[in-house]
């Protein structure tokens, strides 16, 4: 699917249609046009992005691949930005990550991604309904669908804080596999988030500072405020990562205390039990001649020794704090 919005200075006006407002954007010189590529075939998709926005095939290339790190490239009369953003699903920490592919250059934008993208339908909905104007101009709209794809972040990690309570209340009341589960789960989606989050950090860093003809003053000030929040997104994320291993670290030692406690009390059971064993065993044995075997009271002599085993054990078991 490709959806088009072209915008006219003269009129002032915005259309919304199909390719065929690309033809039109090119016979003008001052008008502005937002490309929008969903789900296209790669090659028809490479021979339009190359034959009307002159856009380098390599950078085509890495914008069609499933994974690739996020990028930025800069050419003679645009860049290349390589996002990762949300897949439309995603709601939780368990998430799955979409490419989004922006070519900025000064009358054009185009923005490309394999499947349905929250940020972008967003970003396209504000032009429509007038509350984001191509007038402002395409750094300014590619801000806006950069912004768009962060702050989907925001709401999963900031989740994460009240989550990880409740996982570590849990751990105290109710330790299982599910929340071992669960935690190891976390971590690794935590590791995840923070590659990505530190990966586009570094982009919009190198944005904001870049000199270009092409990026005004403002622009680069829209594009350190989305530096500024990934960067504390990114803080968040490793901080409750490492928080994630306390509690891993937390669960591990729990379950060795508990591991340790069982043993004890086996260790308690079968010191016990072994003394009077032997004694039961020796007196068991089916000898004519055992002397003991005809001493009167013998019984409750063995029983009265068994007794005094059994306390003695106790007692120490008692003083070594076993019990």
């Given amino acids: 699917m490709v959806r088009v919005m072209h915008y006219d200075p003269a009129s002032d006006k915005t259309g919304f249609g199909d390719q065929s407002l690309i033809d039109q954007w090119k016979s003008e010189e001052a008008s502005l046009i937002w490309v929008d590529i969903s789900g296209m075939n790669h090659d028809e998709e490479c021979n339009l992005l190359t034959k009307c926005f002159d856009i380098n095939s390599l950078a085509i290339a890495d914008a069609q691949r499933d994974r690739h790190p996020p990028k930025i490239e800069f050419f003679d009369n645009y860049f290349f930005l ?178 340790n406690k069982i043993i004890k009390v086996l260790t308690i059971v079968t010191v016990v039990l072994l003394p009077l064993t032997l004694i039961a065993g020796i007196y068991g044995m089916n000898f004519e001649s055992m002397p003991e075997l005809k001493t009167p009271n013998g019984y409750h002599i063995v029983l009265e020794i068994m007794g005094f085993i059994v306390l003695g054990l106790i007692i120490f078991f008692r003083k070594i704090k076993w019990l």
């Fill in 82 to 259: 390589l996002l990762k953003g949300l897949d439309a699903n995603t709601s939780t920490i368990d998430f799955t990550t979409i490419q989004i592919a922006l070519f900025i250059g000064k009358r054009f934008l185009v923005t490309r991604r394999a499947s349905e993208s929250v940020s972008l339908d967003k970003g396209w909905k504000e032009v429509q309904n007038g509350s984001l104007k191509l007038s402002q101009g395409l750094n300014h709209i590619a801000y806006r669908v950069s912004r768009l794809i962060t702050d989907r972040y925001t709401p999963i990690v900031l989740d994460l804080e009240k989550q990880l309570e409740q996982l570590e209340e849990s751990m105290f009341n109710d330790p299982n596999d599910d929340l071992l589960e669960q935690l190891v789960s976390n971590n690794r989606n935590l590791k995840k988030l923070r590659r990505i989050l530190t990966y586009q950090k570094g982009l919009f860093d190198e944005l904001a500072k870049r000199k270009e003809s092409h990026l005004s003053d403002n622009d680069q000030h829209e594009y350190t405020d989305i530096f500024e929040h990934l960067d504390r997104l990114a803080s968040l994320s490793s901080l409750y990562q490492e928080l994630t291993l306390d509690l891993l670290n937390g669960y591990i030692s729990l379950s060795s205390h508990k591991l």
